[in-house]
């Protein structure tokens, strides 16, 4: 069953901290039970290398208890989380992906030599990886998301669109949202990063070294249907179910997955 349009149209709540320009919770999107998923439980992000003294503050005010990095090495590297409380617990879920490669695609861009078409593929073929090679570290994933002790939770990747947002969606899943509701969550990316996404491709004609155009830049930082729905088609070729993907890749029972809908459903 489908949620209203009206249900959907102001989430997802989006926090407005000085560091992270994609960071927003889960909360609030409606479930198939009729009810819906609780508040402060579960945030999504870009990387939390530049939270500042305030956004300490903030995460301390919402009572963040564990932080989840689907970050690959040299992106840690370059970028480490500053997370100041030692009481916050970090996990670190390596996404490898090639269509993630921070660095690569970096590179990719600055010499030109990848187009809006370019990122787009990319894009998708990660997206089929997320399915068919990294399932065990969305597996690792949920076994964090049982223990209630760790709750609230933030994860993130590096610009918390794609890693993210296929744990994102995942997670709603899981919690009895409408497919509907998924796509609304993963597609408001380009809504919540507008500002910052036009600055940076605003930003390349003023800068010599860089060859990419303005669209492949666009491309490669936004978020596009096709990109998620290439993910459940892998699935749905490979597992023939949601389900079995939950209980075959994903480890996830039904008992497990009773036991999520308990912590992230009101």
Same mark, same amino acid.
């Given at each position: 069953m489908s949620a209203p349009r009206s249900q959907l149209h102001d989430l997802p709540v989006q926090l407005d901290l000085d560091g992270p320009n994609n960071f927003r919770e889960l909360g609030g999107y409606p479930l198939a039970s009729g009810g819906c998923f609780k508040r402060n439980r579960l945030y999504r992000s870009d990387h939390l290398a530049n939270l500042s003294d305030a956004d300490q503050r903030v995460f301390a005010d919402l009572g963040i208890k564990t932080v989840i990095d689907f970050r690959g090495e040299t992106e840690r590297e370059d970028n480490p989380d500053r997370i100041d409380d030692p009481a916050i617990g970090q996990f670190w879920l390596p996404l490898r992906a090639e269509g993630a490669d921070v660095r690569k695609l970096r590179r990719g861009l600055e010499n030109?030599?990848? @187009?809006?078409?370019?990122?787009?593929?990319?894009?998708?073929?990660?997206?089929?990886? &997320?399915?068919?090679?990294?399932?065990?570290?969305?597996?690792?994933?949920?076994?964090?998301?049982?223990?209630?002790?760790?709750?609230?939770?933030? &994860?993130?990747?590096?610009?918390?669109?794609?890693?993210?947002?296929?744990?994102?969606?995942?997670?709603?899943?899981?919690?009895?949202?409408?497919?509907?509701?998924?796509?609304?969550?993963?597609?408001?990316?380009?809504?919540? @990063?507008?500002?910052?996404?036009?600055?940076?491709?605003?930003?390349?004609?003023?800068?010599?070294?860089?060859?990419?155009?303005?669209?492949?830049?666009?491309?490669?930082?936004?978020?596009?249907?096709?990109?998620?729905?290439?993910?459940?088609?892998?699935?749905?070729?490979?597992?023939?179910?949601?389900?079995? &993907? &939950?209980?075959?890749?994903?480890?996830?029972?039904?008992?497990?997955?009773?036991?999520?809908?308990?912590?992230?459903c009101a």
């Amino acid at each position: 069953m489908s949620a209203p349009r009206s249900q959907l149209h102001d989430l997802p709540v989006q926090l407005d901290l000085d560091g992270p320009n994609n960071f927003r919770e889960l909360g609030g999107y409606p479930l198939a039970s009729g009810g819906c998923f609780k508040r402060n439980r579960l945030y999504r992000s870009d990387h939390l290398a530049n939270l500042s003294d305030a956004d300490q503050r903030v995460f301390a005010d919402l009572g963040i208890k564990t932080v989840i990095d689907f970050r690959g090495e040299t992106e840690r590297e370059d970028n480490p989380d500053r997370i100041d409380d030692p009481a916050i617990g970090q996990f670190w879920l390596p996404l490898r992906a090639e269509g993630a490669d921070v660095r690569k695609l970096r590179r990719g861009l600055e010499n030109g030599t990848i @187009t809006a078409v370019d990122a787009q593929n990319y894009l998708i073929q990660a997206n089929r990886e &997320f399915v068919r090679r990294f399932a065990p570290v969305y597996a690792q994933f949920f076994e964090i998301l049982l223990e209630p002790a760790h709750y609230p939770i933030v &994860f993130h990747c590096t610009a918390g669109k794609d890693r993210a947002g296929f744990a994102a969606a995942l997670a709603l899943l899981v919690a009895g949202a409408s497919r509907e509701a998924v796509f609304h969550d993963y597609l408001a990316t380009n809504h919540c @990063t507008a500002h910052y996404v036009n600055g940076i491709v605003e930003g390349v004609g003023d800068m010599p070294a860089v060859k990419a155009s303005g669209e492949a830049v666009r491309a490669m930082m936004q978020v596009r249907e096709e990109y998620l729905q290439t993910a459940f088609d892998t699935i749905d070729e490979d597992y023939s179910s949601l389900d079995a &993907f &939950f209980e075959g890749a994903l480890k996830l029972d039904e008992t497990k997955r009773a036991r999520i809908r308990s912590l992230l459903c009101a």
